[in-house]
């Protein structure tokens, strides 16, 4: 239990997707202009992340990896590797995955689809999400774990968005300078932002 | 009669149209600066960045996605009226996929070395939102060739921000330029390298300050 906990607390702060791996950016610069949505996009990247990771996990352990298909096909298919598909794979069930969420979502809360339904298709593009499944396998994780990296990765993301979203929120009274004003000053932000990330490096949890 | 002979008229100079006329020099120049997908766009940040720190894998990923952006936009142009608009993302994701695994693939078979570098980052590439966004805003509604014109233009675009991020890390970072020592050559022998650099946090403000600088000069406001 105390190394799952472990993972889940390296995951959201020390390896934290957006500062140390600078994934999922591209969602994180565009839609953290305001809390409110910037919040929405956080939970729907949080459970996406926690429900692909493991799907994905097990599509690589029981067919793309290397002698998989012996148990349904017997010995002749040992030397079977299917790894280039990794990606094609991992992809196709990430959106797959997110259009069946919403079809879900759609069907049982509209007011859930109100205010998450937006995000959803945002979030197939969204790097973190495949990032987070292929250092999963990189990592040589078990189910458990990863779902559990999933979950942290989710929640890391979800910090720094809002963080970053709030901040800005901010920062529209103050006087920037012109050609800083928008995305200057928000990489700027994010580098002292991610600063201030790297004091976690150190503590074991 | 008279817009039947518009037509033709505009039908006679499309096909006339030299192959680098000036409407086609600026599909591909605009990119570079007063259009840059990274600095204006905000596209293509995600996966790119964290190859910085050298700048030899830098340019081995420019060069990967410049290849992959050419072929998906050629690709996808060729195929555009045949793709339903219902499931078009599906299909610009399989085109990206197949093509990044070939990149992967040929990675793996002609340069190990840079193939475990580079890590889960060639894979990132097809999430890259600069292919996508181009496949969503030129490839699916332009013909072919000024497509890849467009997909050119856009990665060399992407390309030098990139390199650029990645000459200022490494050579402050890590004293060398492209794996040579540039401090000792010229003698000074204990150049005190910046371990913010190497971090995550030299990337975002190198990149923060060359948006203020290039944003300066052009006079861009954003509000």
């Known amino acids: ?205 | 009669m008279s817009t039947e002979v518009l037509d033709k008229k505009i039908k006679k100079e499309k096909i006339s149209e030299p192959l680098l006329s000036k409407r086609r020099k600026k599909i591909i120049s605009d990119p570079f600066n007063d259009d840059n997908p990274i600095t204006i766009q905000v596209l293509g940040i995600c996966s790119a960045l964290a190859v910085t720190i050298k700048m030899e894998p830098t340019i081995i990923m420019a060069i990967s996605v410049v290849f992959v952006m050419i072929f998906s936009s050629l690709i996808t142009s060729v195929i555009r009226n045949y793709i339903p608009t219902r499931v078009r993302i599906i299909v610009q994701m399989a085109i990206i996929a197949s093509l990044v695994t070939l990149v992967s693939e040929f990675l793996r078979a002609f340069n190990y070395e840079m193939f475990k570098t580079l890590g889960a980052f060639v894979g990132l590439i097809i999430t890259n939102c600069i292919v996508m966004g181009r496949l969503e805003a030129y490839a699916m509604g332009n013909k072919p060739y000024d497509s890849i014109l467009d997909a050119f233009g856009n990665a060399i675009g992407y390309g030098w921000i990139i390199i650029t991020v990645a000459f200022f890390r490494e050579l402050l970072g890590s004293g060398s330029v492209l794996g040579f020592k540039v401090f000792e050559f010229i003698g000074w022998e204990n150049f005190p390298t910046n371990g913010l650099m190497v971090d995550s946090v030299g990337a975002f403000i190198i990149i923060g300050l060359i948006i203020w600088i290039q944003r300066s000069i052009s006079g861009y406001v954003e509000n």
């Open chain 1, 1 to 205: 239990m105390d190394d799952i906990t472990n993972l889940i607390l390296k995951s959201i702060f020390v390896d934290n997707m957006v500062y140390t791996y600078f994934l999922g950016m591209c969602s994180y610069l565009a839609v953290s202009k305001k809390l409110t949505t910037a919040n929405g996009l956080g939970i729907a990247v949080i459970f996406v992340l926690t429900f692909t990771a493991p799907l994905n996990w097990l599509i690589q352990e029981n067919i793309l990896k290397e002698g998989a298909l012996v148990k349904y096909f017997g010995e002749q298919y040992a030397t079977v590797n299917l790894d280039f598909l990794q990606l094609l794979m991992f992809i196709a069930v990430i959106a797959s995955f997110v259009q069946f969420v919403e079809m879900v979502i759609e069907k049982f809360s509209p007011t859930l689809y109100g205010s998450l339904g937006i995000f959803l298709p945002l979030i197939t593009v969204n790097c973190s999400i495949l990032g987070g499944s292929i250092f999963m396998i990189q990592k040589d994780l078990t189910l458990v774990e990863a779902t559990a990296f999933g979950f942290g990765s989710g929640v890391g993301f979800y910090l720094a968005i809002v963080a970053l979203a709030a901040i800005r929120e901010k920062l529209k009274y103050s006087n920037v300078p012109k050609g800083l004003r928008g995305l200057g000053i928000t990489f700027l932000l994010t580098g002292l932002l991610a600063l201030a990330f790297k004091t976690f490096i150190g503590m074991s949890f």
